[in-house]
């Protein structure tokens, strides 16, 4: 958490401290929307969704984290008037499904508590926040100032929770490395690309097409890691990319 947040900041700021300043004025009244995107949203998230994994099976925890989709539809119904459609809910049920099979849920050996499905059921609620703050936010700033925001806040937020031990392995040149793949690739680009996507299209339609991750996740598993691709998780991909082409 610590590496994804604290590293996501440090390479906002350095690349916008280059590029762009304006990103960092804000007025101080709106300070609200950012704390919601980084604390509520983006730490809370990490904290229930990591927390889960350690006493759920990781199946278990991927698929209540997509249960945010489902959250995103209701509060952007409820604050925002968005219509509920026929084909949203479609592709919501398509995209639920999807990343049930591809995570294994309908046919694994599963391992879940009421505290670990309370967690992952935490952990998406928290991860849909982000679209609720962040449309917010998208009403006064564009988006790259709403990413950077976000991070300022989000990462000396995630050092509370990092041992003096996990200081100790951050040193390990190994460990930079990978944390700063983690920190780019996993993090800054992704949170990026979501908050532009986000300005342009409704939340819950965001938040649906956003399921892909499952999908690109397994595909890189049988490309990268040789990992077999059964019948199921052909099926949840097939499922996921039809929810997604049905919002087009």
Not at 17 to 29: G, P, Q
Not at 192 to 221: D, F, N, Q
Request: proline share 3%; glycine share 12%; charged share 10%.
């Amino acid at each position: 958490m610590a590496v994804r947040n604290f590293g996501g900041m440090v390479l906002l700021a350095a690349y916008f401290a280059v590029r762009d300043r304006s990103v960092f004025r804000i007025r101080w009244e709106h300070l609200k929307y950012f704390f919601g995107t980084g604390i509520v949203s983006v730490v809370f998230f990490t904290v229930c969704y990591f927390s889960c994994q350690r006493i759920c099976s990781l199946a278990v925890a991927s698929i209540l984290l997509y249960t945010a989709p489902s959250f995103v539809v209701v509060l952007s119904a409820v604050l925002w008037g968005e219509p509920v459609t026929k084909r949203k809910l479609c592709a919501l049920g398509l995209t639920l499904l999807g990343c049930a099979l591809v995570c294994g849920v309908l046919g694994g050996d599963l391992s879940a508590t009421g505290a670990g499905v309370l967690l992952g059921l935490g952990a998406g609620f928290f991860y849909a926040l982000y679209s609720i703050f962040g449309r917010y936010a998208l009403a006064h700033y564009p988006p790259m100032t709403v990413t950077v925001w976000t991070f300022l806040l989000a990462g000396p937020a995630s050092l509370v929770f990092l041992a003096r031990s996990d200081r100790a392995a951050l040193g390990e040149a190994g460990t930079l490395a990978l944390g700063l793949g983690l920190a780019l690739f996993s993090t800054v680009l992704p949170y990026l690309l979501y908050t532009r996507g986000l300005a342009k299209v409704e939340a819950g339609r965001a938040s649906i097409m956003a399921s892909l991750e499952p999908v690109v996740a397994s595909l890189a598993g049988v490309l990268v890691f040789h990992e077999p691709m059964g019948f199921g998780t052909l099926l949840g991909i097939v499922c996921v990319l039809a929810g997604v082409w049905i919002l087009r």
